[in-house]
């Protein structure tokens, strides 16, 4: 009698349910942890800023645009020290710069302004400013500010308005390919 | 005889469950306290944050700069996974900081810098040498 007590105390503690509730336990922290660990840090719209402080530092010398900023053929990516490949291959990063007079004509010869990188960040861009999210889209930062131009020997103002986007990531590298 | 033997019979049989149900326990909560020690020291999180700040910096510097970046943690996690060399590296063709603390990967992020850019180690420090492109090979 005593010992069929026993083996049902036993089956109650290490009972189905005490597994099951173990399991629940075991797989909810497993579950958190890896969430927390492998966590992106995501830094597109700090460099996206970034990117926006090396360009107006490079075309805004002492307040004044630099010279040849309204030809056709200005390459922004070489007067900026900006490697193309990450622009124009990877497609990674955008920058847009327009440029107005101070009755807010375009000065530039080319329409749509200075354009380098992925073309289709713009429009990610301004889906953004209507409020849509989405976790794939580029991080943008946009500045308008003041400068100075020299225009038939002239000193006048302007306003330039700089738009970058970064929608770079970053990845890991897998122990095949590290071999 | 035969009362004292059902006794001791008795005995045992409610004694080995409890202790069966305690080794379990105990098995399975060390287990998940090592199962997340092991991630908290794991390499993923500092790979990811220290090749992202490294080309942060890379960006934001201006040639003739240097850029010191306190490393310690990156090293120490290193160490414990057995790596001692080869923490950081900079790709230059594919212009990427490449970070891997331990022999099983690493993680790679780009920077939009033309420069070019040197690295070395100083104590637990990570020094960035930012160097007008060519620079290095006109003076060789």
Partial sequence: MLNLKNKAGGEKLLSIWWFFVLTVVGVGIVIAVLMFYSADVDIRELESEILYERVSDCIVQDGFLVEGIFNKDFDLLKQCNLNEKIFNEDKLLYINIQIFDEAGNNLREVEGGIEEGNSQFPRQCGFQEKGVEAKHYAKCFKKNSLVLYTADGKIKQGKIEVLTASNNQGRKIPFIENE | ?140
């Fill in chain 2, 1 to 140: 005889m035969a009362k004292g033997g059902f006794g001791k019979r008795g005995a045992s049989d409610l004694l080995y469950p409890v202790v069966i149900f305690i080794v379990v326990n105990l098995l399975f909560f060390s287990m998940l306290l090592i199962f997340v020690y092991r991630q908290q020291s794991g390499a993923l999180i500092y790979e990811q944050a220290y090749a992202k700040q490294i080309a942060m910096m890379i960006d934001y510097a201006k040639p003739e700069m240097g850029v010191p970046i306190n490393f310690s943690k990156g090293i120490e996690i290193a160490k414990k996974n057995g790596k001692t060399s080869g923490l950081v590296e900079i790709d230059d063709k594919n212009r990427e900081v490449i970070v891997k603390l331990d022999e099983r990967g690493g993680y790679a992020f780009k920077y939009f810098s033309d420069y070019d850019v040197k690295i070395e180690f100083a104590d637990n420090f990570l020094l960035i040498y930012i160097k007008e492109k060519g620079e290095e090979n006109a003076k060789s």
